[in-house]
Structures are given as C-alpha cells and as structure tokens.
C-alpha cells in the first residue's frame, strides 16, 4: 500500500527556518517525481516545488523566490523541504506528493499521482 507521511511542521516564528521531511514506502521511490504543496486556510492548493526522478531536475513556485529548496534521499525514501526566512503567509498545511511519472518538473502545474496527508507550518511571533 502506498503511502507518504509528512513530519516536521511547527510553529516557528517570522524569519525562521523548518524542515519537512516526507517518507515513502509501497512503492517504488526512486522511479517517482516528487513534489510539495500547501493550502493555506480559505486557499486553494498551490504546488511549490518538484524534484524529478531520474536526474534530480528541480523547479519553483515563482512566489518562492528563493526561500525554499527540495531535495530527496532515495536511500531513504525520504523528500525534504527546507524553508528559510519564513513569513506569516507561509502559514499552511503542506502536502508532499508522489507526482505522475511523466512529469519532468520543468514547469507549474505539477500532476499529482499520490498525496501525503499533509503536516501543518504556523508562522507566527
């Protein structure tokens, strides 16, 4: 059975940094793009970040400007997302998600095979 945990949401204060970690197993993890997403209350989804499969090509949300950066530990069937200098707007549930496996993660609009069920990042003083 295929699933993905989320672990390391918090509540951090303005400025700050957090790391997200989503773990996979019941699949095969290293054949998979992979992505982040969050939803901030009364927001729809937005995809944030993927990172491919085969030669670990990333890509970003344009609103990121530079804060956020992917990364995946195929040894351990682990993604990672670290988020530095933190704003209140970052507040949301972020979901990991195990993308198609056509996506080459060169553009928006990441397609979803699998979601994480999300952890939640408050951003607050």
């Known amino acids: 059975q295929l699933q993905l945990v989320e672990s390391g949401g918090a509540v951090v204060q303005p400025g700050g940094s957090l790391r997200l970690s989503c773990a996979g197993s019941?699949?095969?993890?290293?054949?998979?793009?992979l992505g982040w997403f969050r939803q901030a209350p009364g927001k729809d989804r937005e995809g944030l970040s993927c990172?491919?499969?085969?030669?670990?090509?990333?890509h970003y949300a344009d609103s990121l400007k530079g804060r956020f950066t992917i990364s995946r530990d195929n040894a351990k069937d682990t993604v990672y997302l670290q988020m530095n200098s933190l704003k209140p707007e970052d507040t949301a549930v972020y979901y990991c998600?195990?993308?198609?496996?056509?996506?080459?993660?060169?553009?928006?609009?990441?397609?979803?095979?699998?979601w994480g069920q999300g952890t939640q990042v408050t951003v607050s003083s």
């Open positions: 998600a195990a993308l198609d496996l056509s996506e080459s993660c060169k553009s928006d609009n990441y397609r979803v095979y699998y």
């Open positions: 019941g699949f095969t993890f290293d054949t998979y793009p």
């Open positions: 990172i491919s499969s085969k030669d670990g090509t990333t």
